[in-house]
């Protein structure tokens, strides 16, 4: 039987396969990578019905698939949100100017909350999402935290196990609430003033909780650090970790934020740019003091060396070609991800003979400890880090370029009393 021309257009995994009765029959087969990530969108069998499979491939199969690889934020907001519901607020949020200020990891973590809420299932079936923001309460608001706070887990032998999951329930609180805050600002005639996510008194830790304590490294951890970097062939690694302890900047701002063109440029050639893309602050430090001498000499001896490699762009970047390109690529990737550097991180952590539960953050916080344990005010602390909030440190103080060549130099200071102390302690063991 004569074999009539299969439909020029398809789905996506879509393909079809010719049959002896002369029709075609319809196959979803989800890409081979997929199938090796443990996606759960099976290859099925569509029928010979081109409408049918078409229709089924474009409203159940290929949404499960893009929820599973999105690990469902596409499921967040509906291709048309009903006006007036908390979708729409969503949709409002994402496509004002606010959202476009917010860095990329902040971003995600918004997205991943506001998908939380809006796909939690109400008793009436109904999704959190699709409710009418004028039906929204306080206590509505509430009730959903509270169902969200708790998630039902089964342990290997079957049984459930309820666990508690704060931080992942705050942080969709405080997405909600800031939606509803810009919302309420872009469209204030149909977004209510009372935003029922504010002032809800959220815990960071559960009732008799222990304080999670952030690992932090000691100066001779660095040291250990950097030493075990540079014999892996991890330079830049090791580099940025003193530059962290330093400078007190964030990973994502060190692999991601500091260019070449930051450091040292022609018209101002005795200072560094530093930048804190969190919090939208910029500002000029600087690397000598009234005397001229260096206030950073080793950072600075390296940072110079990599300068004269490097033309332009991202400072800190792979110590090891990659097989696409010619050029060594960045740490960070252009997802803003850090996943690969971490494991890098971890595997220098544990050559150098180190605690496993340091990390690259530990050596920010290392020198935070430094500066606090060389009598740092809170001015000279707030003029490194760039604090704004009161949260932070205790008092507000104006940032200036005396209190920066100050509080370096108390922490040079510290660093050789304490060495210093190490020696004249070895040298009464040996008497």
């Given at each position: 039987?004569?074999?009539?021309?299969?439909?020029?257009?398809?789905p996506?995994?879509?393909r079809?396969k010719?049959?002896?009765?002369?029709?075609?029959?319809?196959?979803?087969?989800?890409?081979?990578?997929?199938?090796?990530?443990?996606?759960?969108?099976?290859?099925?069998?569509?029928?010979?019905?081109?409408?049918?499979?078409?229709?089924?491939?474009?409203?159940?199969?290929?949404?499960?698939?893009?929820?599973?690889r999105?690990?469902?934020?596409t499921?967040?907001?509906?291709?048309?949100?009903?006006?007036?519901?908390?979708?729409?607020?969503?949709?409002?949020?994402?496509?004002h100017?606010?959202?476009?200020?917010?860095?990329?990891?902040?971003?995600?973590?918004?997205?991943?909350?506001?998908?939380?809420?809006?796909?939690?299932?109400?008793?009436?079936?109904?999704?959190?999402?699709?409710?009418?923001?004028?039906?929204?309460?306080?206590?509505?608001v509430?009730?959903?935290?509270?169902?969200?706070?708790?998630?039902?887990?089964?342990?290997?032998?079957?049984?459930?196990?309820k666990?508690?999951?704060?931080?992942?329930a705050?942080?969709?609180?405080?997405?909600?609430?800031?939606?509803?805050?810009?919302?309420?600002?872009?469209q204030?005639?149909?977004?209510?003033?009372?935003?029922?996510f504010?002032?809800m008194?959220?815990?960071?830790?559960?009732?008799?909780?222990?304080?999670?304590?952030?690992?932090?490294?000691?100066?001779?951890?660095?040291?250990?650090?950097?030493?075990?970097?540079?014999?892996l062939?991890?330079?830049?690694v090791?580099?940025?970790?003193?530059?962290?302890?330093?400078?007190l900047?964030?990973?994502?701002?060190?692999?991601?934020?500091?260019?070449?063109?930051?450091?040292?440029?022609?018209?101002?050639?005795?200072?560094?740019?530093?930048?804190?893309p969190?919090?939208?602050?910029?500002?000029?430090?600087?690397?000598?003091?009234?005397?001229?001498?260096?206030?950073f000499?080793e950072?600075?001896?390296?940072?110079?060396?990599?300068?004269?490699?490097?033309v332009?762009?991202?400072?800190?970047?792979?110590?090891?070609e990659?097989?696409?390109?010619?050029?060594?690529?960045?740490?960070?990737?252009?997802?803003?991800?850090?996943?690969?550097?971490?494991?890098?991180?971890?595997?220098?952590?544990?050559?150098?003979?180190?605690?496993?539960?340091l990390?690259?953050?530990?050596?920010?916080?290392?020198?935070?400890?430094?500066?606090?344990?060389?009598?740092?005010?809170?001015?000279e602390?707030?003029?490194?880090?760039?604090?704004?909030?009161?949260?932070?440190?205790?008092?507000?103080?104006?940032?200036?370029?005396?209190?920066?060549?100050?509080?370096?130099?108390?922490?040079?200071?510290?660093?050789?009393?304490?060495?210093?102390?190490?020696?004249?302690?070895?040298?009464?063991s040996?008497?």
């Amino acid at each position: 039987m004569k074999l009539t021309q299969a439909p020029s257009k398809l789905p996506r995994y879509c393909r079809p396969k010719p049959l002896k009765t002369g029709r075609w029959a319809y196959f979803f087969e989800p890409p081979t990578w997929a199938r090796k990530q443990g996606c759960h969108v099976k290859a099925e069998a569509l029928g010979d019905d081109y409408a049918a499979a078409v229709d089924r491939t474009e409203n159940v199969l290929l949404p499960a698939f893009d929820s599973w690889r999105s690990r469902g934020l596409t499921d967040m907001v509906p291709a048309s949100p009903t006006p007036g519901s908390f979708d729409w607020l969503v949709s409002i949020f994402r496509a004002h100017q606010k959202w476009k200020e917010v860095d990329h990891k902040t971003q995600r973590l918004y997205e991943q909350g506001l998908a939380l809420f809006a796909n939690h299932q109400l008793k009436d079936g109904s999704r959190a999402g699709s409710k009418q923001l004028s039906d929204f309460t306080k206590a509505f608001v509430d009730a959903v935290y509270a169902k969200l706070l708790v998630v039902e887990d089964e342990d290997a032998e079957g049984n459930v196990v309820k666990r508690e999951r704060r931080r992942f329930a705050n942080a969709a609180m405080t997405a909600c609430r800031r939606a509803w805050f810009v919302g309420q600002r872009a469209q204030e005639t149909k977004v209510p003033a009372i935003n029922p996510f504010s002032r809800m008194g959220l815990k960071a830790r559960a009732p008799g909780q222990a304080a999670r304590q952030t690992p932090t490294a000691t100066w001779d951890e660095l040291v250990a650090f950097r030493a075990a970097a540079k014999q892996l062939g991890y330079g830049s690694v090791g580099t940025a970790a003193l530059l962290t302890w330093e400078w007190l900047q964030r990973e994502e701002h060190v692999f991601g934020a500091f260019e070449i063109s930051h450091y040292r440029p022609k018209e101002r050639p005795n200072s560094v740019k530093i930048v804190h893309p969190k919090n939208g602050e910029e500002a000029w430090w600087p690397l000598f003091d009234e005397t001229g001498e260096p206030l950073f000499p080793e950072l600075m001896a390296e940072l110079d060396a990599i300068k004269e490699a490097i033309v332009s762009g991202l400072v800190f970047r792979r110590d090891h070609e990659h097989r696409r390109s010619r050029t060594p690529l960045p740490w960070i990737t252009e997802r803003k991800d850090l996943r690969y550097l971490r494991s890098i991180v971890k595997k220098i952590v544990a050559a150098a003979g180190l605690r496993g539960e340091l990390s690259f953050t530990s050596f920010r916080h290392g020198g935070f400890t430094e500066g606090a344990d060389s009598d740092l005010t809170d001015a000279e602390l707030r003029a490194a880090a760039r604090h704004r909030s009161t949260r932070q440190l205790p008092t507000y103080a104006k940032r200036t370029r005396k209190q920066l060549i100050s509080g370096s130099k108390k922490r040079r200071d510290e660093r050789t009393r304490a060495a210093l102390v190490i020696c004249w302690n070895n040298v009464q063991s040996l008497d």
